[in-house]
Each structure stands twice: as structure tokens, then as C-alpha cells.
């Protein structure tokens, strides 16, 4: 009988041991979702680590997504859910694709594409200024941050950077006369608020700088304080440009080589009346950086002011002068392009003639024009 319970012994055994290896090795459906969940955090990876060296939108996008998934749920405690939570990061490095607007607009701008003032928005202007970029390349047109004209306009170093306020830039703060014979008194037309002084320094938009330093204090900072400010300052090499394009249509003013190559981009604003549009070739007479502005009331019929003068003004040079910091005058009489003391108007108000620009643009294409410098006025 000692045999016989030996022999039960050992079969009872066998079967618990096929029961348990059955367990470990079939796949429960809490297995496959973890399985599940491990391929595709290996996939994850993988692209992580293949964005590292060429990274696109989606993938900067998808990461920074990732990363703050995971950063929430590190604060919530614990992840309770079946399989490995899988934590990624697409490394800061340069250079890179933008994975924004606002990263987008400031590469754009390093090459001399202008959206106008940095807003972060994908809007008209820089929408224009993505498809000047996109028409120079040969690209497809697209409305979206697409991958292949991101990859084409990578960013060499951080979009953003430090901006120090130094106590020259408080000294310049002055108020600005709300009359002309008031603004032809000042000693300069010169920036009231430091946030106008930076906006304009930086080619950024007001709303922009508050979102990038929302505790910042604009109007208590004193010098040496420090401000996140976008890096835009142009890096595409600068020419002396072998023809103007103005396209009324489009509101844009293009500068090209002599290759026909686009090497400044610009949005512009044009005269109110369609009367006062001239369209064809026009020619540079003058070029004047800073300049003063004479203020006749026979061209502002709309001034209560400017009647009762009755006499011309010569108003101070200054961001806040009328013509802006640049003046280019074409051999059409009162005719001109010329930067504005109201950037982020560009494009979407009109004048009573000439091209306006944004100050930072005039001063670019300031670089840019020569006397006699054909400039060709397209409907």
C-alpha cells in the first residue's frame, strides 16, 4: 500500500505543476493588455530616440504631450492601471523642427520671413510669410505645420531668450503729446512704456511678452531686471536687394537678389483709397534711417487739429514718429515706405498712401534699398 500512496503523491503533484505552468504561460487578458501596452511603449521609444536625431513637429509635440502626462500622474501618486507607464522625453537639442506657431514664426524671421509681431497665432500674416517660405523652396502649400516645411526650417538654437532691462532703456520712457503741436514740441518721439520698448526691440506682440513673463512687473522694473523674450533676431545674411515687390492684393512688399531669390518678406499695409494704390514701376530716391516727419494738415482732411493749425509741422524722430524709424522715399511725389509707431496695425489698417511697416521691417529693408532701386507695385 506504500507504493500506492507514493504513486498518488506524485500524480496530485503533476497535475498542480500543469496547472501552474498553464497559468504562467497562457495569455490572460490582464497579460495581453500589459503586452499591448509594452509594444507600444517600445514603439514610443524608438521614435524617441529616432526624433533625437531628426526630429519633426509630430514628434516634439507627441513628447512634450507625453512628458506632462507623466508629470501628472507622478503628483497623483501611483499609476493603477495594468502594464508599465512608459516615460519619454525628445531631448532640447539643436538643431530641431519648430513644434509651434510661435516657434515657427521665429524661425521664419531668422531667415526673413516677417509675420509681423511675434503672437504665437497661426494667423493671416504668418500663414503669408509660411507660404513665401514654402513658394521659395518649391514646398507644397499648406496652411498647418506640416512635417516636410518644418524640416526645412529648423531652428539652430533656443526660440526664446534672456532680455536684460538696462537703465538707458528706462531713460528713454516718455510720454507722447496726444496733439501734433505737442508732438512737434518733444525733444524725441521716443517709447512711453518699457513693454512698448521691448515688444518693438524683440519684434514680439505685447500679449505675447505678458504670457512669456506673467509676473513680470511692467511698470515697477527697475534696470537689471530679466525678461523671456523671443530670439528673433534676423541670421539669414543681408544683400542689397535687386527689386521690390509690392502686392496690394496680398499686402505683402517681397525684396529679391538678383537670382530672383526671395531674401525679405514683408506684411504691409496700403492706402485706404483705391484711388491713391499706384500700381507699376516705381523707382528709391531717398533713403533715410530716423527720420523727422513733416506734418501737413492738407493730408490729414480728417483732423479737427490739423485744420485749425492750418500750417505744416516738422514733428521729432522716435519709434512713436508717424514715418516710424525708417523712411524710403519713390519717385512718385508723397510717396513712400516707412515703419510705423503701430506694429501690430501692419497689414490690417490702411494709409493715406504709402507702404507702412512694421519698424523692425523698415529698418531691415532700410539695409536692404538703394537709391534707384526699381520697386514694382502689383495689383
Excluded at 364 to 371: G, N, Q, R, S
Aim: contains cysteine.
Amino acid at each position: 500500500m506504500r507504493w500506492l500512496s507514493v504513486l498518488l503523491l506524485f500524480a496530485a503533484g503533476a497535475v498542480g505543476a500543469w496547472y501552474f505552468l498553464r497559468g504562467e504561460m497562457a495569455p490572460s487578458r490582464s497579460g495581453a493588455v500589459a503586452t499591448h501596452r509594452s509594444k507600444s511603449g517600445g514603439e514610443a521609444a524608438i521614435k524617441s530616440e529616432a526624433a533625437a536625431k531628426t526630429p519633426n513637429a509630430t514628434a516634439v509635440a507627441a513628447s512634450k504631450t507625453t512628458s506632462a502626462a507623466a508629470k501628472t500622474a507622478d503628483k497623483k501618486g501611483p499609476t493603477t492601471t495594468t502594464g508599465a507607464m512608459v516615460k519619454f522625453e525628445v531631448p532640447d537639442a539643436y538643431p530641431r523642427s519648430p513644434a509651434s506657431w510661435f516657434e515657427a514664426q521665429v524661425a521664419l524671421a531668422r531667415r526673413g520671413y516677417s509675420c509681423g509681431s511675434i503672437d504665437g497665432v497661426g494667423g493671416a500674416q504668418t500663414v503669408s510669410a509660411w507660404h513665401a517660405f514654402q513658394a521659395q523652396e518649391g514646398m507644397a502649400e499648406t496652411n498647418w505645420l506640416d512635417g516636410n516645411t518644418c524640416a526645412a526650417l529648423p531652428l539652430e538654437s533656443p526660440p526664446t531668450a534672456k532680455y536684460v532691462v538696462t537703465v538707458a532703456d528706462l531713460a528713454r520712457l516718455q510720454p507722447l503729446s496726444t496733439t501734433w503741436l505737442g508732438k512737434s514740441e518733444q525733444s524725441a518721439l521716443d517709447f512711453e512704456t518699457l513693454l512698448e520698448l521691448v515688444a518693438e526691440k524683440c519684434r514680439a506682440h505685447p500679449t505675447l511678452l505678458k504670457k512669456l513673463n506673467p509676473d513680470f512687473d511692467w511698470d515697477g522694473a527697475t534696470a537689471g531686471a530679466v525678461l523671456v523674450v523671443p530670439a528673433a533676431t534676423r541670421t539669414a545674411p543681408l544683400a542689397k536687394a535687386a527689386a521690390l515687390h509690392v502686392r496690394l492684393e496680398a499686402h505683402t512688399l517681397q525684396a529679391f537678389d538678383g537670382g530672383g531669390r526671395v531674401i525679405a518678406h514683408f506684411p504691409v499695409s496700403i492706402a485706404r483709397k483705391v484711388e491713391k494704390r499706384p500700381v507699376g514701376e516705381l523707382h528709391v530716391v531717398v533713403v533715410a534711417p530716423n527720420p523727422n516727419y513733416t506734418f501737413d494738415p492738407d493730408v490729414f482732411p480728417e483732423s479737427a487739429e490739423a485744420q485749425e493749425l492750418g500750417r505744416k509741422l516738422i514733428v521729432p524722430p522716435g519709434p512713436n514718429n508717424p514715418v516710424g524709424t525708417a523712411w524710403i522715399s519713390l519717385d512718385l511725389p508723397g510717396y513712400g515706405i516707412h515703419g510705423t509707431p503701430n506694429p501690430e496695425q501692419v497689414g490690417r489698417t490702411e494709409s493715406h498712401g504709402c507702404f507702412r511697416l512694421a519698424n523692425w521691417d523698415a529698418r531691415t529693408l532700410i539695409d536692404l534699398a538703394w537709391v534707384g532701386l526699381p520697386v514694382y507695385v502689383d495689383p
